[in-house]
Protein backbone atom coordinates (compact mmCIF):
# COMPACT_ATOMS: atom_id res chain seq x y z
CA UNK A 1 0.00 0.00 0.00
CA UNK A 2 1.28 3.32 -0.74
CA UNK A 3 2.92 5.17 2.74
CA UNK A 4 3.65 8.72 3.29
CA UNK A 5 7.01 8.41 5.23
CA UNK A 6 9.71 10.86 7.21
CA UNK A 7 13.41 10.24 6.94
CA UNK A 8 14.68 9.47 10.01
CA UNK A 9 16.95 12.38 11.53
CA UNK A 10 20.29 10.03 11.55
CA UNK A 11 20.77 6.41 10.31
CA UNK A 12 23.84 4.32 11.40
CA UNK A 13 24.79 4.05 7.96
CA UNK A 14 24.56 6.88 4.81
CA UNK A 15 25.79 7.08 1.59
CA UNK A 16 24.79 5.20 -1.91
CA UNK A 17 26.95 1.76 -0.29
CA UNK A 18 25.11 1.27 2.27
CA UNK A 19 21.47 2.24 0.81
CA UNK A 20 22.27 -0.36 -1.45
CA UNK A 21 23.50 -3.20 1.29
CA UNK A 22 20.01 -1.69 3.33
CA UNK A 23 17.95 -2.77 -0.69
CA UNK A 24 19.47 -6.05 -0.59
CA UNK A 25 19.43 -7.37 2.28
CA UNK A 26 15.34 -6.00 2.65
CA UNK A 27 14.89 -7.48 -0.94
CA UNK A 28 16.04 -10.58 0.39
CA UNK A 29 13.78 -10.39 3.30
CA UNK A 30 10.54 -10.00 1.65
CA UNK A 31 11.40 -12.58 -0.95
CA UNK A 32 11.96 -15.43 2.09
CA UNK A 33 8.81 -14.10 3.29
CA UNK A 34 7.37 -15.20 0.26
CA UNK A 35 9.34 -18.44 -0.48
CA UNK A 36 8.47 -19.48 2.72
CA UNK A 37 4.65 -19.18 1.69
CA UNK A 38 5.25 -21.09 -1.11
CA UNK A 39 7.19 -24.09 0.11
CA UNK A 40 4.28 -26.13 1.49
CA UNK A 41 2.52 -26.57 -1.76
CA UNK A 42 4.83 -29.05 -2.92
CA UNK A 43 4.75 -30.53 0.40
CA UNK A 44 0.85 -31.22 0.65
CA UNK A 45 0.44 -34.01 -0.93
CA UNK A 46 2.98 -35.90 1.62
CA UNK A 47 0.87 -34.41 4.31
CA UNK A 48 -2.62 -35.61 3.01
CA UNK A 49 -0.70 -38.61 2.65
CA UNK A 50 0.35 -39.04 5.81
CA UNK A 51 -2.58 -37.76 7.73
CA UNK A 52 -5.36 -38.81 5.14
CA UNK A 53 -7.39 -35.32 5.16
CA UNK A 54 -9.54 -34.16 2.53
CA UNK A 55 -9.13 -31.62 -0.72
CA UNK A 56 -11.29 -28.85 0.77
CA UNK A 57 -9.34 -29.25 4.44
CA UNK A 58 -6.31 -28.68 1.98
CA UNK A 59 -7.63 -25.43 0.61
CA UNK A 60 -8.96 -24.80 4.01
CA UNK A 61 -5.22 -24.59 5.25
CA UNK A 62 -4.18 -22.35 2.41
CA UNK A 63 -6.87 -19.73 2.42
CA UNK A 64 -6.12 -19.37 6.32
CA UNK A 65 -3.10 -17.87 5.16
CA UNK A 66 -4.59 -15.28 2.39
CA UNK A 67 -6.90 -14.16 4.93
CA UNK A 68 -4.50 -13.65 7.84
CA UNK A 69 -2.72 -11.98 5.56
CA UNK A 70 -5.13 -9.52 4.04
CA UNK A 71 -6.24 -9.29 8.02
CA UNK A 72 -2.51 -7.92 8.92
CA UNK A 73 -2.34 -5.48 5.98
CA UNK A 74 -5.50 -3.69 6.84
CA UNK A 75 -5.27 -3.80 10.05
CA UNK A 76 -1.63 -2.92 10.65
CA UNK A 77 -0.23 -1.94 7.26
CA UNK A 78 0.41 1.43 8.43
CA UNK A 79 1.94 0.54 11.59
CA UNK A 80 5.39 1.00 10.53
CA UNK A 81 4.83 4.88 9.31
CA UNK A 82 4.34 5.55 13.21
CA UNK A 83 6.93 3.81 15.13
CA UNK A 84 9.50 2.64 12.22
CA UNK A 85 10.09 0.33 9.77
CA UNK A 86 12.64 -2.20 11.58
CA UNK A 87 10.40 -2.78 14.62
CA UNK A 88 7.68 -3.67 12.29
CA UNK A 89 10.04 -5.87 10.11
CA UNK A 90 11.63 -7.30 13.36
CA UNK A 91 7.79 -8.26 14.52
CA UNK A 92 6.98 -10.02 11.40
CA UNK A 93 10.15 -12.13 12.06
CA UNK A 94 9.23 -12.85 15.08
CA UNK A 95 5.74 -14.56 13.76
CA UNK A 96 7.42 -16.49 11.22
CA UNK A 97 9.80 -17.62 13.39
CA UNK A 98 7.16 -18.65 15.42
CA UNK A 99 5.00 -20.07 12.38
CA UNK A 100 8.50 -22.16 11.33
CA UNK A 101 8.45 -23.55 14.38
CA UNK A 102 4.85 -24.71 14.06
CA UNK A 103 5.29 -26.19 11.07
CA UNK A 104 8.49 -28.32 12.76
CA UNK A 105 6.09 -29.65 15.79
CA UNK A 106 3.28 -29.95 13.35
CA UNK A 107 1.66 -33.60 14.30
CA UNK A 108 -2.11 -32.90 12.64
CA UNK A 109 -3.67 -30.31 10.02
CA UNK A 110 -4.74 -28.05 13.06
CA UNK A 111 -1.31 -27.28 13.82
CA UNK A 112 -0.81 -26.73 9.61
CA UNK A 113 -4.03 -24.03 9.86
CA UNK A 114 -2.50 -22.25 12.82
CA UNK A 115 1.27 -22.22 11.20
CA UNK A 116 -0.49 -20.61 8.26
CA UNK A 117 -2.50 -18.12 9.82
CA UNK A 118 1.25 -17.23 12.02
CA UNK A 119 2.70 -17.02 8.40
CA UNK A 120 -0.24 -14.94 6.73
CA UNK A 121 -0.25 -12.10 9.70
CA UNK A 122 3.84 -12.24 9.45
CA UNK A 123 3.75 -11.41 5.42
CA UNK A 124 1.42 -9.41 5.50
CA UNK A 125 3.06 -7.37 8.02
CA UNK A 126 6.60 -7.56 6.13
CA UNK A 127 4.99 -6.83 2.78
CA UNK A 128 4.13 -3.28 4.12
CA UNK A 129 6.56 -2.69 6.38
CA UNK A 130 9.06 -4.10 4.23
CA UNK A 131 7.54 -2.14 0.87
CA UNK A 132 7.51 1.06 2.60
CA UNK A 133 11.45 0.84 3.68
CA UNK A 134 12.33 -0.17 -0.21
CA UNK A 135 10.67 2.92 -1.22
CA UNK A 136 12.04 4.93 1.43
CA UNK A 137 15.66 4.22 -0.02
CA UNK A 138 14.77 4.38 -3.98
CA UNK A 139 10.91 5.52 -4.72
CA UNK A 140 11.37 3.72 -8.23
CA UNK A 141 13.41 1.00 -7.67
CA UNK A 142 12.10 0.27 -4.64
CA UNK A 143 8.04 0.38 -6.10
CA UNK A 144 9.74 -2.27 -8.96
CA UNK A 145 10.97 -4.40 -6.23
CA UNK A 146 7.52 -4.71 -4.46
CA UNK A 147 6.07 -5.92 -7.59
CA UNK A 148 8.70 -8.76 -8.47
CA UNK A 149 10.33 -9.91 -5.40
CA UNK A 150 7.27 -11.78 -4.30
CA UNK A 151 6.57 -13.31 -7.55
CA UNK A 152 10.64 -14.43 -7.28
CA UNK A 153 10.36 -15.53 -4.13
CA UNK A 154 7.38 -17.81 -4.20
CA UNK A 155 8.99 -19.71 -7.52
CA UNK A 156 12.35 -20.00 -5.30
CA UNK A 157 9.90 -21.40 -2.09
CA UNK A 158 7.93 -23.66 -4.45
CA UNK A 159 11.07 -25.24 -6.67
CA UNK A 160 13.49 -25.31 -3.29
CA UNK A 161 10.88 -27.49 -1.16
CA UNK A 162 10.76 -29.61 -4.70
CA UNK A 163 14.55 -30.16 -4.46
CA UNK A 164 14.17 -31.22 -0.27
CA UNK A 165 11.49 -33.41 -1.19
CA UNK A 166 13.62 -35.04 -3.67
CA UNK A 167 17.07 -35.09 -2.07
CA UNK A 168 16.99 -34.15 1.55
CA UNK A 169 15.64 -36.64 4.87
CA UNK A 170 12.93 -35.50 6.36
CA UNK A 171 11.41 -32.78 3.93
CA UNK A 172 8.50 -32.06 6.12
CA UNK A 173 11.10 -30.81 8.27
CA UNK A 174 14.09 -29.44 6.93
CA UNK A 175 12.43 -27.23 4.60
CA UNK A 176 11.54 -25.15 7.62
CA UNK A 177 14.75 -25.79 9.36
CA UNK A 178 16.36 -23.73 6.98
CA UNK A 179 14.22 -21.09 6.61
CA UNK A 180 14.07 -20.89 10.55
CA UNK A 181 17.67 -20.25 9.98
CA UNK A 182 17.41 -17.64 6.89
CA UNK A 183 15.04 -15.88 9.25
CA UNK A 184 17.14 -15.56 12.33
CA UNK A 185 19.77 -14.10 10.10
CA UNK A 186 17.93 -11.40 8.47
CA UNK A 187 16.72 -10.53 12.08
CA UNK A 188 20.36 -9.63 12.54
CA UNK A 189 20.93 -8.11 9.30
CA UNK A 190 17.89 -5.72 9.50
CA UNK A 191 18.98 -3.72 12.37
CA UNK A 192 21.87 -3.40 10.63
CA UNK A 193 20.10 -1.28 8.00
CA UNK A 194 19.18 2.42 8.28
CA UNK A 195 15.82 3.37 9.92
CA UNK A 196 13.93 5.43 7.03
CA UNK A 197 11.17 6.80 8.99
CA UNK A 198 10.21 9.13 12.27
CA UNK A 199 8.37 7.67 15.44
CA UNK A 200 5.25 9.73 15.32
CA UNK A 201 2.24 9.53 17.30
CA UNK A 202 -1.16 7.70 16.36
CA UNK A 203 -0.07 4.52 16.30
CA UNK A 204 -2.80 2.68 17.72
CA UNK A 205 -5.73 4.85 15.63
CA UNK A 206 -3.51 3.43 12.79
CA UNK A 207 -4.66 0.01 13.51
CA UNK A 208 -8.66 0.93 12.57
CA UNK A 209 -8.92 -0.03 8.87
CA UNK A 210 -9.31 2.52 6.60
CA UNK A 211 -11.69 1.22 3.76
CA UNK A 212 -13.15 3.52 1.41
CA UNK A 213 -13.75 3.65 -2.46
CA UNK A 214 -13.70 7.18 -3.96
CA UNK A 215 -16.80 7.61 -6.09
CA UNK A 216 -14.79 9.04 -9.14
CA UNK A 217 -13.15 5.28 -8.41
CA UNK A 218 -15.82 3.29 -8.15
CA UNK A 219 -16.92 2.55 -11.47
CA UNK A 220 -13.21 1.89 -12.81
CA UNK A 221 -12.90 -0.95 -9.85
CA UNK A 222 -16.04 -2.56 -11.02
CA UNK A 223 -14.25 -2.58 -14.57
CA UNK A 224 -11.33 -4.27 -13.91
CA UNK A 225 -13.10 -6.70 -11.31
CA UNK A 226 -13.80 -9.88 -13.40
CA UNK A 227 -9.93 -9.49 -14.25
CA UNK A 228 -8.60 -8.91 -10.51
CA UNK A 229 -10.68 -12.12 -9.54
CA UNK A 230 -9.80 -14.31 -12.17
CA UNK A 231 -5.69 -13.85 -11.84
CA UNK A 232 -6.23 -14.15 -7.46
CA UNK A 233 -8.55 -17.50 -8.39
CA UNK A 234 -5.85 -18.97 -10.45
CA UNK A 235 -2.84 -18.18 -7.71
CA UNK A 236 -4.91 -19.72 -5.22
CA UNK A 237 -5.80 -22.54 -7.23
CA UNK A 238 -2.06 -23.18 -7.80
CA UNK A 239 -0.57 -23.02 -4.83
CA UNK A 240 -3.29 -25.21 -2.84
CA UNK A 241 -4.60 -28.28 -5.53
CA UNK A 242 -2.36 -27.92 -8.48
CA UNK A 243 0.14 -30.32 -7.41
CA UNK A 244 -2.58 -32.74 -6.96
CA UNK A 245 -4.29 -32.07 -10.20
CA UNK A 246 -0.85 -32.52 -11.85
CA UNK A 247 0.20 -35.87 -10.58
CA UNK A 248 -3.48 -37.38 -10.92
CA UNK A 249 -3.91 -36.15 -14.13
CA UNK A 250 0.14 -37.09 -15.70
CA UNK A 251 0.16 -40.31 -13.71
CA UNK A 252 3.33 -38.93 -12.67
CA UNK A 253 5.16 -38.99 -8.68
CA UNK A 254 7.81 -36.63 -9.43
CA UNK A 255 7.77 -33.97 -6.76
CA UNK A 256 9.05 -31.45 -9.63
CA UNK A 257 5.97 -30.78 -11.21
CA UNK A 258 4.20 -29.31 -8.95
CA UNK A 259 7.07 -26.86 -7.89
CA UNK A 260 7.50 -26.36 -11.44
CA UNK A 261 3.56 -25.31 -12.32
CA UNK A 262 4.09 -22.45 -9.59
CA UNK A 263 7.43 -21.59 -10.62
CA UNK A 264 6.56 -20.92 -14.40
CA UNK A 265 3.44 -18.95 -13.32
CA UNK A 266 4.97 -16.71 -10.66
CA UNK A 267 7.79 -16.41 -12.72
CA UNK A 268 6.47 -15.25 -15.90
CA UNK A 269 4.14 -12.94 -14.36
CA UNK A 270 7.17 -11.09 -13.06
CA UNK A 271 8.62 -10.88 -16.19
CA UNK A 272 5.53 -9.52 -17.49
CA UNK A 273 5.26 -7.00 -14.97
CA UNK A 274 8.85 -6.22 -15.77
CA UNK A 275 7.94 -5.98 -19.76
CA UNK A 276 4.60 -3.94 -19.25
CA UNK A 277 5.80 -1.54 -16.35
CA UNK A 278 6.31 1.61 -19.12
CA UNK A 279 3.16 0.53 -21.25
CA UNK A 280 -0.25 2.20 -20.42
CA UNK A 281 -2.91 0.50 -18.35
CA UNK A 282 -4.59 -0.67 -21.51
CA UNK A 283 -1.92 -2.19 -22.83
CA UNK A 284 -1.70 -4.48 -19.56
CA UNK A 285 -5.14 -4.91 -19.50
CA UNK A 286 -5.65 -6.18 -22.54
CA UNK A 287 -2.23 -8.15 -22.80
CA UNK A 288 -3.69 -9.83 -19.12
CA UNK A 289 -6.68 -10.96 -20.05
CA UNK A 290 -5.98 -12.58 -23.60
CA UNK A 291 -2.66 -14.35 -22.18
CA UNK A 292 -4.54 -15.41 -19.10
CA UNK A 293 -7.72 -16.99 -21.15
CA UNK A 294 -4.81 -18.43 -23.42
CA UNK A 295 -3.33 -20.16 -20.78
CA UNK A 296 -5.86 -21.49 -19.16
CA UNK A 297 -7.58 -22.97 -21.92
CA UNK A 298 -3.70 -24.76 -22.33
CA UNK A 299 -4.55 -26.34 -18.92
CA UNK A 300 -7.59 -27.12 -19.11
CA UNK A 301 -5.84 -28.70 -22.55
CA UNK A 302 -2.81 -30.24 -20.84
CA UNK A 303 -5.07 -31.77 -18.09
CA UNK A 304 -7.54 -33.85 -20.89
CA UNK A 305 -4.72 -35.13 -22.56
CA UNK A 306 -2.40 -35.60 -19.64
CA UNK A 307 0.36 -33.65 -20.84
CA UNK A 308 2.86 -32.03 -17.91
CA UNK A 309 4.68 -30.19 -21.01
CA UNK A 310 1.13 -28.59 -22.25
CA UNK A 311 0.41 -28.08 -18.51
CA UNK A 312 3.38 -26.08 -17.94
CA UNK A 313 3.12 -24.49 -21.23
CA UNK A 314 0.12 -22.96 -19.87
CA UNK A 315 1.52 -22.02 -16.81
CA UNK A 316 3.31 -19.81 -18.19
CA UNK A 317 1.45 -17.77 -20.75
CA UNK A 318 -0.93 -17.37 -17.46
CA UNK A 319 1.48 -16.42 -15.44
CA UNK A 320 2.36 -13.45 -18.09
CA UNK A 321 -1.83 -13.02 -18.08
CA UNK A 322 -1.22 -13.09 -14.09
CA UNK A 323 1.57 -10.41 -14.02
CA UNK A 324 0.37 -7.49 -16.72
CA UNK A 325 -3.51 -8.24 -15.38
CA UNK A 326 -2.80 -7.33 -11.89
CA UNK A 327 -0.41 -4.61 -13.51
CA UNK A 328 -2.83 -3.04 -15.25
CA UNK A 329 -5.58 -3.28 -12.75
CA UNK A 330 -3.67 -1.36 -10.33
CA UNK A 331 -3.22 1.16 -12.92
CA UNK A 332 -6.17 1.54 -14.10
CA UNK A 333 -7.47 2.09 -10.52
CA UNK A 334 -5.13 3.89 -8.53
CA UNK A 335 -4.65 7.04 -10.51
CA UNK A 336 -8.16 8.19 -10.29
CA UNK A 337 -7.34 8.51 -5.75
CA UNK A 338 -6.43 11.52 -4.20
CA UNK A 339 -3.10 11.24 -2.19
CA UNK A 340 -5.50 11.20 1.11
CA UNK A 341 -8.18 8.89 -0.82
CA UNK A 342 -5.46 6.07 -1.60
CA UNK A 343 -4.83 4.04 1.69
CA UNK A 344 -8.02 3.72 1.50
CA UNK A 345 -8.87 2.43 -2.21
CA UNK A 346 -5.74 0.27 -1.91
CA UNK A 347 -7.40 -1.61 1.27
CA UNK A 348 -10.46 -1.88 -0.80
CA UNK A 349 -8.65 -3.46 -3.93
CA UNK A 350 -6.74 -6.20 -1.66
CA UNK A 351 -9.64 -7.50 0.19
CA UNK A 352 -11.01 -8.03 -3.41
CA UNK A 353 -7.64 -9.53 -4.08
CA UNK A 354 -7.38 -11.80 -0.95
CA UNK A 355 -10.72 -12.63 -1.20
CA UNK A 356 -10.37 -14.09 -4.74
CA UNK A 357 -7.77 -16.05 -3.65
CA UNK A 358 -9.10 -17.83 -0.78
CA UNK A 359 -12.49 -18.47 -1.34
CA UNK A 360 -13.05 -19.59 -4.79
CA UNK A 361 -9.97 -22.27 -3.37
CA UNK A 362 -12.37 -23.51 -0.59
CA UNK A 363 -15.26 -23.70 -2.88
CA UNK A 364 -12.69 -25.80 -4.82
CA UNK A 365 -11.62 -28.40 -1.90
CA UNK A 366 -16.00 -28.54 -1.49
CA UNK A 367 -16.58 -29.33 -4.88
CA UNK A 368 -13.61 -32.29 -5.03
CA UNK A 369 -15.83 -34.09 -2.52
CA UNK A 370 -18.77 -33.90 -4.62
CA UNK A 371 -17.67 -34.06 -8.41
CA UNK A 372 -14.19 -35.29 -8.08
CA UNK A 373 -10.47 -33.18 -8.92
CA UNK A 374 -10.72 -33.27 -12.60
CA UNK A 375 -14.52 -31.86 -13.19
CA UNK A 376 -13.52 -29.04 -10.50
CA UNK A 377 -10.69 -28.38 -12.56
CA UNK A 378 -13.02 -27.75 -15.50
CA UNK A 379 -15.48 -25.60 -13.81
CA UNK A 380 -12.48 -23.33 -12.59
CA UNK A 381 -11.24 -23.23 -15.61
CA UNK A 382 -14.05 -22.56 -17.53
CA UNK A 383 -15.28 -19.82 -14.67
CA UNK A 384 -11.66 -17.77 -15.34
CA UNK A 385 -12.02 -17.99 -18.82
CA UNK A 386 -15.49 -16.49 -18.91
CA UNK A 387 -14.07 -13.55 -16.32
CA UNK A 388 -11.29 -12.76 -18.56
CA UNK A 389 -13.39 -12.85 -21.82
CA UNK A 390 -15.83 -10.60 -19.97
CA UNK A 391 -12.43 -8.14 -18.37
CA UNK A 392 -10.76 -8.05 -21.94
CA UNK A 393 -14.34 -6.63 -23.54
CA UNK A 394 -14.77 -4.10 -20.32
CA UNK A 395 -11.24 -2.77 -21.42
CA UNK A 396 -12.09 -2.14 -24.82
CA UNK A 397 -15.66 -0.47 -23.89
CA UNK A 398 -13.78 1.80 -21.33
CA UNK A 399 -10.34 2.48 -23.40
CA UNK A 400 -11.14 5.84 -23.36
CA UNK A 401 -11.51 6.35 -19.16
CA UNK A 402 -8.52 4.35 -18.52
CA UNK A 403 -5.48 6.30 -17.62
CA UNK A 404 -2.52 6.64 -19.87
CA UNK A 405 0.33 6.75 -17.54
CA UNK A 406 0.57 5.87 -13.93
CA UNK A 407 3.06 6.93 -11.37
CA UNK A 408 5.84 4.38 -10.24
CA UNK A 409 4.42 3.70 -6.80
CA UNK A 410 0.99 2.27 -8.11
CA UNK A 411 3.00 -0.89 -8.79
CA UNK A 412 4.37 -1.23 -5.40
CA UNK A 413 2.40 -4.43 -3.40
Known sequence: MPRSTVPAPTTPFTGRFQSGLASAVHTATLMTFFAASSAPTPLYRLYQTSWAFSPMLLTTIFSAYALALLVALLSAGALSDYIGRRPVISLALVLELLAMGVFLGAVSPTWLIAARILQGLATGLAAASIGAALLDLHHERGALTNSIAPMVGMALGALGASALLRFAPAPLHTVYALLLVAFMAEMGLTWCTPETAMRRPGALASLRP?????????????????????????????????????????????????GLAVAALTLSGAVAIMAARGRPAFFALLTGGVMLALG?????????AGLAAILLTGSVLAGVGFGAGFLGALRTVMPLAAPHERAGLMAAFYIECYLANSLPAIAAGYLVRRAGLLATANIYGVTIIILTLLAVTLAIVNRRRIPIRQPASCTAR
Open 210 to 258: NIVIPAQARAALLAVTPINVAIWMLGGFYLSLMPSLIAQVTHSSSVWLG
Open 296 to 304: VLAILLGVR
